[in-house]
């Protein structure tokens, strides 16, 4: 990313100039180096028959897609997801089949295993939802919400439901989700 003489993003600028990992503010008269800081998106996802996978797939290849620039995208099933991931982590994508009118028992444990260790060190840590359903998926979004707000995570982009069966409008949607989240990261706007 580039900033132009008013600080602000300037996207494309001097791309191809600019080292792996690095940036350019540049003004009028001088192109200064700065070192780029980068900024890490973790996307943790439970699946069973493999929707919610396909979907953390798509947001995986949005969030790592060529208009970004210095970020990191780590996908993790939550089974193997732990307190450090989210410590590590700037930005957050929680993906969840509804189960029973809830979050995946996979996803709930991910986030009951972490809500301790991780208690007083996460500020406001930005956050987005796609859930697989076979007819609803709203109550697997409320419910990850309310456990949300006591980390407390940050809702930053809506969240995709793939009601019933799964499209490639719902892929798109999760491709544009994890772009969403990483350009974010990437331009400070959360
Ligand atoms: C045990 C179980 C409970 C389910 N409960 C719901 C539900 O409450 N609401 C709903 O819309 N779909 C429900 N479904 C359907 C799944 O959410 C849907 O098949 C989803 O696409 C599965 O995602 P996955 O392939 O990532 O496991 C349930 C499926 C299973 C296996």
New binding site residues.
């Given amino acids: 990313m580039f900033l132009n003489p008013n600080g602000r993003p300037s996207r494309g600028l001097l791309r191809n100039h600019a080292p792996a990992g690095n940036c350019y503010t540049a003004t009028c008269s001088e192109i200064r180096f700065v070192e780029a800081s980068v900024k890490h998106l973790l996307i943790v996802y439970h699946?069973?028959?493999?929707?919610?996978?396909r979907m953390a797939e798509a947001a995986l290849a949005g969030a790592r897609s060529e208009d970004v620039d210095g970020v990191d995208a780590r996908l993790l099933r939550a089974r193997d997801a732990g307190p450090d991931d989210l410590l590590w982590a700037h930005g957050l994508l929680l993906g969840t089949?509804?189960?029973?009118?809830y979050m995946s028992g996979g996803m709930k444990d991910f986030l009951d295993r972490t809500f301790y260790p991780v208690e007083g060190k996460i500020l406001s840590l930005p956050y987005a939802v796609f859930i697989?359903?076979?007819?609803?998926?709203t109550?697997a979004l409320a419910a990850i919400r309310r456990i949300a707000n006591g980390y407390p995570f940050k809702e930053v982009q809506a969240p995709i439901i793939a009601?019933g069966e799964?499209t490639d409008e719902h892929l798109k949607g999760c491709w544009e989700l994890g772009l969403a989240m990483a350009l974010g990261l990437e331009m400070d706007l959360f």
């Fill in positions: 699946t069973q028959t493999g929707n919610t996978g089949p509804e189960n029973f009118g697989s359903a076979g007819n609803d998926g109550m009601a799964l």
